[in-house]
């Protein structure tokens, strides 16, 4: 699926991201730990392409495809993900019209048939329900006003219109209580397919419990430090990162 | 070009003028073309004008009809010259007879529209008038329009401007409205022309107390445009106002240059005028908020702000309080941004296209305008004509044979 291999990336001219080397294979989860600053955040921003970061070596390919060489949309529109961090208020544009150009866009990209609006809205009701998101909150404008927790349940929604292949779910346990986590990471779990893959960037353990991750990463200072089954999520969650950052 | 091609015109056809006008706008004729012949067309160097060359978009030689048109008659709306009431102590009474714009409008206009709303009348639809600019050759109108809604009075106003031929038209337009005591008026102005099109607007708004008034200036496609807005609130407890948006791109450019006078205690007024400018378009507002000696318990609200797409777009903007009363509460606000780079990097990871996004952000910020359109049938077309501009699709009006 995903293939990362020596990647080095700098924001404003300082380089975050030292040498990255990762595989994940179809319907494999990865866990991606560390401390604040490490990167984690600046990895996930790379694969999905932000301008405002620069990639000064390696590769990264996506099912074949030189990742590197496609603009944000593209990355987009062939499967990949990002469930963000902060996502952005929008005020003034609708809900439902944002969603309705991203599914068209991604629709397009798949070969499909475009919706009708009566089909569109459908979809909407039957994915809303999905991760319990109230239908006030789809006829608002794009986040605003939303809770953080309806901020990051609305994340998963979007990832439930668009079926990426790929999903990076950057810190979405954080500003969630212990119900809203509980909604979207059993949302994220119905919603995947056998040969969805997907990186959990996390500093807790919680959420590994619901999504069980294949593999766990552990990233400091800009590279992977070590990788372990799951077993090391627990690890970390017992004695934190001392041990890498003591390296 | 001389500025006075208008005054040898004048002195050829003047005669021919007073034939086919009426005997109210012949009276104030001749004052008008002493002004505009005694100061010529304001520089840049006057304060109010700065932000546009009025010689050089008066200067083509356009040609410029001398009869009157044959204006719709409806229940409120009819020429001038056949009003049903004595006009004379209106016509030409509010309107600053010093600018010079104002001057060759008076001594230019042939005929006038005369809307007139009668005592605690309700026009229960609300006016509209189309202006639709056609024909072969560069042509130059002279809009003049009295507004009187008596008091108790009640009427919407929709005034349109379109371009249904691509030649140069210059429109000089000057409204004066008369708002009575308890009387309510909502005016929207909506120019949706071309690039070859120049529009000088200046509108004075006269409130007496206990009125609501509301002014929409919508640039949605133009050439050059010069909106002024002058109101003076002269009863108590009365309320403004004075919203606008711009929608510029190319090389068009827009200048609306707003002032309220607060003259006595207790009334309120709001602005809010949003710009979109892309390309290369130049924008500018200039509002003026003035509070007379006494005018307590004032309560102002003033906000211009402005979206610039690319670097090349250019927006100047001047926001004025001018205070002469101790017991008020004013205040001004101006921005000028740009499209937010987030919201764009969070809309192209859901796959929509740099190009779509910066569309919906740009009509995103001119919603704010629209949505605060009370009528709903209008509101509904102008998001979905807002929509169209941005697209640029907006070369001809939706549903409209004559264009």
């Known amino acids: 699926m995903l293939e990362i291999r020596n990647l080095h990336a700098t924001i404003n001219g300082k380089e975050i991201l030292k040498g990255i080397d990762l595989t994940i294979n179809d319907g494999e989860i990865h866990a991606v730990m560390g401390t604040n600053g490490a990167g984690k955040s600046t990895l996930s921003n790379v694969i999905v392409g932000n301008p405002a970061y620069q990639v000064t070596q390696g590769e990264i390919v996506f099912n074949g495809m030189n990742l590197l060489e496609m603009n944000t949309e593209e990355r987009a529109n062939a499967g990949i993900f990002l469930s963000f961090q902060q996502p952005v208020e929008i005020p003034g544009v609708s809900m439902t019209n944002f969603m309705r150009a991203a599914v068209n866009a991604r629709y397009k990209a798949l070969g499909r048939e475009q919706l009708s609006a009566g089909d569109f809205l459908k979809l909407m009701r039957e994915k809303r329900k999905l991760v319990e998101l109230d239908s006030k909150l789809t006829g608002r404008s794009v986040n605003e006003g939303f809770s953080g927790g309806e901020k990051k349940r609305n994340e998963i929604f979007q990832m439930a219109m668009l079926e990426p292949d790929f999903c990076i779910l950057d810190e979405t346990d954080s500003g969630l209580d212990v119900d809203a986590l509980r909604i979207v990471a059993e949302g994220f779990n119905k919603l995947r397919r056998p040969d969805t893959s997907a990186i959990v960037i996390t500093h807790y353990r919680r959420l590994l419990d619901y999504l069980k991750p294949d593999i766990v990463h552990v990233l400091i200072d800009g590279r992977i430090i070590k990788t372990g089954g799951p077993e090391l999520a627990l690890e970390i969650d017992e004695k934190g990162f001392a041990d890498y950052t003591a390296l | 070009m001389r500025n006075n091609q208008y005054v040898d015109f004048y002195i050829q056809v003047r005669e021919t003028i007073r034939q086919h006008s009426c005997t109210v706008m012949n009276a104030r004729r001749e004052e008008a073309f002493r ?21 050089q978009d008066f200067a083509p030689d356009y040609g410029i009809r001398l009869s009157a048109d044959n204006a719709a008659h409806t229940e409120y709306c009819r020429p001038l010259s ?102 309510r008026l909502n005016l929207y102005e909506i120019e949706e022309t071309n690039l070859m099109c120049t529009r000088y607007s200046n509108v004075f708004i006269h409130e007496g107390r206990d009125c609501s008034v509301r002014h929409t200036v919508l640039t949605l496609f133009n050439g050059h445009t010069r909106n002024a807005c002058r109101v003076r609130m002269a009863g108590e407890n009365s309320a403004t106002i004075l919203n606008g948006c711009v929608i510029a791109d190319k090389m ?104 779509e996004a910066r569309l919906l952000l740009k009509a995103a910020f001119i919603t704010e305008v629209i949505e605060t359109i009370p009528l709903e049938a209008l509101r509904d077309r102008l998001r979905l004509v807002v929509d169209k501009r941005m697209r640029g699709e907006l070369s001809k009006c939706e549903g409209c044979r004559l264009c």
């Open chain 2, 35 to 55: 002004v505009f012949s005694a100061n010529g067309f304001p520089s840049i160097k006057t304060e109010r004008y700065k932000y546009t060359d009025v010689a």
């Open chain 2, 82 to 183: 056949e009003a049903d009431m004595d006009t004379e102590p209106y016509y030409n009474r509010i309107a600053d007879t010093d600018d010079s714009i104002v001057a060759l409008n008076t001594m230019l206009a042939v005929d006038a529209l005369f809307i007139h709303v009668p005592r605690n009348t309700k026009a229960r639809h609300p006016i509209q008038i189309n202006n639709i600019l056609k024909g072969q050759q560069d042509t130059m109108s002279n809009r003049r329009i009295l507004i009187i809604m008596e008091e108790g009075a009640e009427a919407d106003v929709i005034i349109t401007d379109h371009a249904a031929d691509q030649q140069h038209f210059l429109t000089n337009q000057v409204i004066e409205a008369y708002c009575g005591d308890n009387s």
């Open chain 2, 252 to 355: 068009q450019r827009v200048d609306n240059n707003t002032l309220i006078e607060h003259m006595v205690p207790g009334c309120s007024s709001q602005e809010l005028y949003k710009y979109v400018l892309d390309d290369s378009a130049t924008g500018a507002f200039a509002g003026k908020i003035l509070v007379h000696k006494g005018a307590q318990k004032t309560s102002s609200a003033m906000t211009n702000a402005n979206l610039c797409a690319t670097r090349q777009t250019r927006m100047f903007t001047q926001p004025v309080l001018e205070i002469y009363a101790d017991d008020v509460k004013c205040s001004h606000g101006s921005t000028v941004g740009q499209l937010n780079d987030q919201a764009l990097f969070y809309m192209r990871q859901r796959g929509i296209s740099l190009h």
